[in-house]
Antibody, heavy 119, light 107 residues
């Protein structure tokens, strides 16, 4: 059974870079056929899809991030990561990692991690 | 981006009721639509994909229908564990977007 688990600092200062990692267990991240995604949810609000990385390393980001996002893959650790630069209070949110079956729905989600941007 | 609009935003119902939530897309998305259930403090959980396909392990009281721009999620007989927030999401093209959510409350 594939499981995803997010990790990273819960507090980031404004203008710095938010860094989160998603560890995949129960299956290989490089098995192929899956897109590994990040989604966020502002407190009490709806869901915003951030972007994905495919096992080939190809990525796509939501234009709403204004080129601040980078998603990378570490197959040796069975992990993928999100970096979001130049953060502001508007980036305070719950961040989820999830598995997508390739131009498809998000079938497995991590439990989520809260990141607060504050000085 | 394709905009997804859900109605109602809040729905009050009782155990045993049949309820329907509507999701409208700003442009046609065929049947590339998923529904998720989210409980407080938890991650969303996939219920329905391809508009009407039930995810494995999801109770059969949940059903989805629709195509093009209008979709519905129906719960045939509400159970206490169904009180949660429900989101639709299209996967027709990137960037994927979600509806604003429908909070299902106990009447």
């Amino acid at each position: 059974q594939v499981r995803l688990q997010e990790s990273g600092p819960g507090l980031v200062k404004p203008s710095q870079t938010l860094s989160l990692t998603c560890t995949v267990s129960g299956g290989s991240i490089s098995r192929g056929g899956y897109f590994w995604s990040w989604i966020r949810q502002h407190p009490g609000k709806g869901l915003e899809w951030i972007g994905y990385i495919y096992d080939s390393g190809s990525t796509y980001y939501n234009p709403s991030l204004k080129s601040r996002g980078t998603i990378s893959l570490d197959t040796s650790k069975n992990q993928f990561s999100l970096k979001l630069s130049s953060v502001t209070a508007a980036d305070t949110a719950f961040y989820y990692c999830a598995r997508e079956g390739g131009h498809s729905y998000l079938d497995i989600w991590g439990q989520g991690t809260m990141v607060t941007v504050s000085s | 981006d394709i905009q997804m609009t859900q109605s109602p935003s809040t729905l009050s119902a009782s155990v045993g009721d049949r309820v329907t939530i509507t999701c409208r897309a700003s442009q046609t998305i065929s049947t590339w639509l998923a529904w998720y259930q989210q409980k407080p403090g938890k991650a969303p959980k996939l219920l329905i994909y391809k508009a009407s396909s039930l995810e494995s392990g999801v109770p059969s009281r949940f059903s989805g229908s629709g195509s093009g721009t209008e979709f519905t999620l129906t719960i045939s007989s509400l159970q206490p564990e169904d009180f949660a927030t429900y989101y639709c999401q299209h996967y027709n093209s990137y960037p994927y977007t979600f509806g604003q959510g429908t909070k299902l409350e106990i009447k």
